[in-house]
C-alpha cells in the first residue's frame, strides 16, 4: 500500500493513511493501540497487509477485537506470486471475512492477476498504472459498504 498512498490520499483526501515499506502485520498491533487511544481511529478501517508475509487467525482475531463490532476492516488480499504464503493470506482473510460480518475483503488478488502490467518486475508492487487501478478498487469498496 505504500506505493499507492497518494493516489490513495488524491481520492480519499481526509483519510489518514500510515503506510511504510515492508511492514509486517505485528506492527498493526500497536498502531490500533496508539490511534484508538488518540481518539483518532476511524469508523473504516484499512488494512493491507500480507504480502511481506503471512499471519494466522490468531493475528487476524486479534486485529479484529482490537477494531470492534462496530468498525468496517477492509482489508485488501494480496497478490505476490513469487512467494508461497500467497494463497494461505487470502483463504485466512476468506475464512475471516466468514467468521466476522464487519470483514470485507477488497480483492486485489483476483482484480489484478491477469494484469501482469500493472506490476514492476517483482510482480507483487504496482507500477505506476497499477497503482491507479488499486487505489480506485479500494477506494470504491470502501464507498460501497461505508456509511456516511
Not at 488518540?38 to 482490537?66: C, K, W, Y
Not at 492477476?113 to 479500494?138: C, I, M, Q, R
Amino acid at each position: 500500500m505504500a506505493g499507492s498512498s497518494n493516489d490513495l490520499k488524491q481520492l480519499m483526501p481526509k483519510a489518514l493513511i500510515d503506510a511504510a515499506v515492508s511492514r509486517q502485520l505485528n506492527v498493526a498491533f500497536g498502531l490500533l493501540d496508539s490511534y484508538q487511544s488518540q481518539g483518532v481511529l476511524a469508523d473504516n478501517i484499512l488494512i493491507g497487509l500480507g504480502t511481506n508475509g503471512p499471519f494466522s487467525m490468531e493475528d487476524l482475531d486479534r486485529i479484529m477485537h482490537q477494531a470492534g463490532p462496530k468498525r468496517k476492516v477492509f482489508w485488501i488480499n494480496v497478490h505476490v506470486p513469487t512467494r508461497d504464503w500467497q494463497n494461505s493470506v487470502n483463504n485466512l482473510l476468506k475464512q475471516g471475512a466468514k467468521r466476522y460480518h464487519n470483514l470485507i475483503i477488497i480483492d486485489w488478488y483476483s482484480y489484478s492477476k491477469n494484469h501482469p502490467d500493472w506490476f514492476y518486475g517483482d510482480h507483487t508492487h504496482p507500477n505506476l498504472e497499477g497503482s491507479k487501478y488499486y487505489s480506485a478498487l479500494v477506494t470504491k469498496t470502501i464507498v460501497k459498504h461505508s456509511k456516511f
